[in-house]
C-alpha cells in the first residue's frame, strides 16, 4: 500500500508562495494520478487539485491561475507550488495517492 508523505507547509504572509512536497514509496507512483485536497477549520476538506501519471493537472476555479501540480516520478515525489496566497488558502493540505490519505501539512496564510 502506497502511504504518502506531505511536508513543505508553514506561515506565508498573504501573496506569498509556498511548495508542498507529497512524497510516496513505491514502484506504482508513477503508474497513478495524485489529489491534493485540503481542510480548513469548520470547512468541509476541498478538492486543490489532481494530476494524471500523464502529468496532465486539473484544478477548481479557487486556486485555478495561482496552484500548480507537477510531478517528479524519479523522485517518487509530487509538488504543489501555491503563489498569490490568500488568508482563505489557510487549511490543511493532503495528498491522495490510490485512496491513501497522508498525514497533512499546515499551510497558514497571514493577512
Known amino acids: 500500500q502506497v502511504q504518502p508523505v506531505e511536508s513543505g507547509g508553514g506561515l506565508v504572509q498573504a501573496g506569498g508562495s509556498l511548495r508542498l512536497s507529497c512524497a510516496a514509496s513505491?514502484?506504482?507512483?508513477?503508474?497513478?494520478?495524485v489529489a491534493w485536497h485540503r481542510q480548513a477549520p469548520g470547512k468541509q476538506r476541498e478538492w486543490v487539485g489532481t494530476?494524471?501519471?500523464?502529468?496532465?493537472?486539473t484544478y477548481p476555479s479557487s486556486v485555478k491561475g495561482r496552484f500548480t501540480i507537477s510531478r517528479d516520478n524519479a523522485k517518487n515525489t509530487v509538488y504543489l507550488q501555491m503563489d498569490s496566497l490568500k488568508p482563505e488558502d489557510t487549511a490543511v493540505y493532503y495528498c491522495?495517492?490510490?485512496?491513501?490519505w497522508g498525514q497533512g501539512t499546515q499551510v497558514t496564510v497571514s493577512s
Open positions: 491522495v495517492i490510490r485512496g491513501s
Open positions: 513505491g514502484s506504482i507512483f508513477s503508474a497513478n494520478a
Open positions: 494530476i494524471t501519471s500523464g502529468a496532465t493537472a
